[in-house]
């Protein structure tokens, strides 16, 4: 039987009909819900902002933003889902600090490199909080209570490895102390404990400890940022202003798997930077002391790779584990 005979134009137009389809389909994206997905269980600081984003989203987004919390392994369960996802823009992550520091400490083989960012949203600093009835009123008072008794202070963080017990550590490091590291499953726990007067101090975020602070029962010493911070926190001084040279915090933003084509991505941003600038989502960012900092996809992956090196060299010098 005699084959057709194909020219290279005819194989041309096919090759541009396949094109053409994939084109379609993300002209017509998104055609059904997105998902979110939350590497943190629900209610915690994670999870508020991307509920909120995606509540704000419903102005700037035809398909509804649905969030799917898979929480567990340090964060590693949810990061791992997104960038194994197909990358066709019907699932989106939140990423947060973690994916800076969990490769360097080989507990997730998820990388940077593994997502295209969409946008940065949200950025708090650590902090060192006490009790209000504690000894120390100051970070001064508190680091040389620490020196005159190595490995006794207790600072409880949200688990091993994680950002708030690599900002103790580093503090360590830049200030000859040594603590007893207590870690958490979460950084609400770690604040009960330190209410409950099981821990002597704690390294979360000022958001996490702002209700406690704003009734009197636990105090800020320090901040880990380059600035003060507004509102309650107007007086707590950077670590910088008392001569310590330390800046660490917790960023969360959006991303997609690798691959995802350009004309969704694109989509995807238009979107992230109308609802993340929507009075709806500051106000509720505000409300739950989680600071707002929109930043697009590129800064966001700047950052991202300055804290990575960062991560990496103190982390080099840390036995995490201790």
Request: charged letters at 20%; proline letters at 6%; glycine letters at 10%.
């Amino acid at each position: 039987m005699r084959l057709p005979n194909f020219h290279l134009s005819s194989l041309a137009l096919f090759a541009s009909l396949g094109l053409g389809t994939a084109a379609v389909q993300a002209a017509d994206y998104p055609t059904k819900p997105v998902e979110l997905i939350v590497s943190a269980a629900a209610g915690g600081g994670t999870d508020n902002m991307a509920r909120a984003f995606g509540e704000a989203a419903r102005k700037h987004f035809p398909q509804p933003i649905v969030v799917v919390n898979k929480p567990g392994a340090a964060s590693s369960i949810g990061f791992t889902e997104v960038a194994t996802s197909k990358p066709d823009g019907y699932k989106l992550g939140v990423i947060t600090v973690n994916l800076a520091i969990l490769p360097a400490l080989n507990l997730t083989k998820v990388t940077v490199e593994d997502y295209i960012y969409i946008a940065r949203l949200n950025n708090d600093p650590s902090a060192i909080t006490v009790r209000a009835d504690a000894p120390w009123k100051t970070i001064e008072e508190f680091l040389d209570s620490a020196r005159k008794s190595p490995g006794k202070m207790q600072v409880g963080n949200a688990g091993i490895g994680d950002a708030w017990h690599v900002a103790a550590l580093a503090l360590e490091e830049k200030t000859k102390t040594r603590f007893n590291h207590v870690p958490f499953q979460g950084g609400n726990p770690a604040v009960m404990s330190l209410l409950g007067g099981h821990v002597d101090a704690v390294t979360v975020s000022p958001g996490e400890v702002a209700s406690h602070v704003a009734s009197g029962k636990l105090r800020l010493l320090a901040v880990m940022a380059d600035q003060r911070m507004p509102g309650l926190f107007a007086q707590v001084p950077t670590f910088k202003e008392r001569g310590i040279d330390l800046t660490v915090g917790a960023w969360r933003g959006l991303v997609v798997p690798k691959g995802t084509p350009d004309p969704i991505v694109n989509t995807l941003k238009d979107m992230a930077r109308k609802a993340g600038n929507e009075a709806s989502f500051k106000e509720t960012l505000e409300k739950t002391n989680l600071g707002y900092s929109y930043a697009e996809g590129d800064v966001f992956l700047k950052q991202i790779l300055a804290d990575r090196e960062m991560f990496k060299g103190i982390l080099a010098k840390l036995d995490v584990n201790k």
